[in-house]
Antibody
Framework: QVQMVQSGAEVRKPGASVKLPCEAS????????IHWVRQAPGQGLEWMGV???????NYAQTFQGRITLTTDTSTSTAYMELRSLRSEDTAIYYC??????????WGNGTTVTVSS | QSALTQPASVSGSPGQSITISCIGT?????????VSWYQHHPGKVPKLIIY???HRPSGVSNRFSGSKSGSRASLTISGLRTEDEAYYYC???????????FGGGTKLTVL
């Protein structure tokens, strides 16, 4: 089945980092952009960044300096690392396959809770 | 910094049509051709319903349509159904730019 598979929930303390995987299933991973979007409790969707098939990245200004997107083509897995976590980073984090301007297949989301 | 402004909520009755607006505050938004819309039912995964202003992905109902005039993009849903009740988000990307921007989202209530 064509899908993006994300891992289970994560809990971190303030100041820590988290690295979330996103595995592509049943499609050619190397042809697509991979976006990361998050939704904090009670808030809307927020675009975080994108990595293109060549590995080049673009990040939202809000996350510049704290986020790194990477891919491992050998395992068709994308990763999003967010550092210096604070309570406001508590959210559901989605990866999504797509193109530069749109996301046509979304992962199931990973809940990250930042709490002391 | 540019932003996309959507109404917080809209409502309609089954069978009616509604339109959700997405207004770009940047003067450049009038030239954007990469406007997308997403449907998000709480607890579920967002779904792409419109891309490049007025294109529907395969499998998306033709009750959903998009348009754009100047700095205002619009999503119209015709023949409202109870299952259309969800949050709707517009996004934009400007060719040559390096970012994607989400609107604040609109909650659609089907009365």
């Amino acid at each position: 089945q064509v899908q993006m598979v994300q891992s289970g929930a994560e809990v971190r303390k303030p100041g820590a980092s988290v690295k979330l995987p996103c595995e592509a299933s049943e499609f050619s991973f190397s042809k697509y952009y991979i976006h990361w979007v998050r939704q904090a409790p009670g808030q809307g969707l927020e675009w975080m960044g994108v990595i293109n098939p060549a590995g080049a990245t673009n990040y939202a200004q809000t996350f510049q300096g704290r986020i790194t997107l990477t891919t491992d083509t050998s395992t068709s897995t994308a990763y999003m690392e967010l550092r210096s976590l604070r309570s406001e980073d508590t959210a559901i984090y989605y990866c999504a396959r797509g193109f530069l301007d749109r996301m046509d297949l979304w992962g199931n989301g990973t809940t990250v809770t930042v709490s002391s | 910094q540019s932003a996309l402004t959507q109404p917080a909520s809209v409502s309609g009755s089954p069978g009616q049509s509604i339109t959700i607006s997405c207004i770009g505050t940047s003067s450049e938004f009038a030239n954007y051709v990469y406007v997308s819309w997403y449907q998000h039912h709480p607890g579920k995964v967002p779904k792409l319903i419109i891309y490049e202003v007025d294109h529907r992905p395969s499998g998306v109902s033709n009750r959903f349509s998009g348009s754009k005039s100047g700095s205002r993009a619009s999503l119209t849903i015709s023949g409202l159904r109870t299952e259309d009740e969800a949050y709707y988000y517009c996004t934009s990307y400007r060719g040559g730019s390096t970012y994607v921007l989400f609107g604040g989202g609109t909650k659609l209530t089907v009365l």
